[in-house]
């Protein structure tokens, strides 16, 4: 069989533990026997970090802006532990959080399902993809705690004459105050992300915060979705797309009644919190996939999980794993296909779907990991270990490239 072409590299970050070894599996068993893969690469795994004290983090977010198209492993982002561990010479940052900020970046999650998972909500039928605003609010606010009486002002001192002090409140005794803030660039960014990632995907995009008490700053919010809906207007009507504003707490009402598939924009707070909700209602973390999206369509695809430590503990003691890949190949696949589309590739496409498929068609035959064994219904799961799942899926991709 001829492998399938690329034409343009992809963007491809390799990382840490447990997951490094997988990713080098996926690539072997999954990727390499099809595609004639063209990347370049960059190896974001801790040592390599801490060698180029953090630059290659920074290139890999650059040619990821120069290509449009990259794939991550995940990565460690250093805590005191790890200092020693691998002798670093600083504490880098994540190297997530990097890419984000310069990329400016939305990052959208969804959960991989399946019939034989049953997401704890029953009348969920297809997969909720959580948008969250990555930037500001109470993430970069500042504190003060109030030992006394006394008078809390809000103070704004514009360049350019823009005088404003408020009264936030005359304090009769001990409190506390919190100062935040947002930027129309950041949430125009963030909203230019979400529109762009419906029509990619052909779902909804539901939007919420609470502007009926928080009229100028939510207001803010809700105003700029609005505006920036008109470039897409057209698109939307199109594609028979909706986008459509709530309430925070009627969204939350609607997503349990919905039956899901569509995209849910949250601020940076409502997202931290729903996506660990909606995530842990759809079962597994490991079949959570993370991709960010930058507001001029530039895309990073990934795992939502980390590099799953305790399961590369007991590899490098030779103990046998199970550690569940569907994550990472999805990572994967979802890379290969968005550059078959920029490329006019469809046979690229076409290898990313038959990839998908055939991981399907493994979970569906019972054929799972460890951690999806007690979540499965109706179906008696044969558990298998890191390599014979791979395996189970490169059988059903065989037979499905002939
Ligand atoms: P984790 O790697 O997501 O793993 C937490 C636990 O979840 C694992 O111990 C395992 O449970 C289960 N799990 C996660 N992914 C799994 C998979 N693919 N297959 C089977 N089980 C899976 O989170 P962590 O242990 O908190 O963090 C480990 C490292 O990852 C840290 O250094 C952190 O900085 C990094 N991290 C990176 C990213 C990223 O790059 N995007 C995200 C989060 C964390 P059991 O042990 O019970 O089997
Ligand atoms: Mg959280």
Redesign the pocket.
Known sequence: MEKIKMTTPLVEMD?????RI?WKMIKDELILPFVDLKTEYYDLGLPKRDETRDQITVEAAEATKKYGVAV????????AQ?MDEYKLHEMWK???GTIRSLLDGTVFRAPITIPSIKPAVRNWEKPITIARHAYGDVYKSVEIRVNEPGTAKMVFDGKDGQKEEVIIHEFKGPGVLQGMHNTDKSIRSFAHACFKFAIDTKQDLWFSTKDTISKKYDGTFRKIFEEVYEEYRAKFEELGLEFFYTLIDDAVARVIRSKGGYIWACKNYDGDVMSDMVSTAFG???MMT?VLVSPDGKYEY??????????YYKYLKGEDT???????IFAWSGALRKRGEMDSLPELVNYAEQLEAACYETLNAGIV???LAGLMEGVTPTVVNSEGFMKAIRERLDARMK
């Open positions: 990382g840490d533990e447990m997951t997988l991550k492993c995940a990565t460690i982002t250093p805590n790890r994540s190297p997530n597994s973390l490991a993370s990934e795992a939502a999980h980390g590099t799953v430590t305790r399961h199970s550690t569940n890949p569907m994550a990472t990991t460890k951690d």
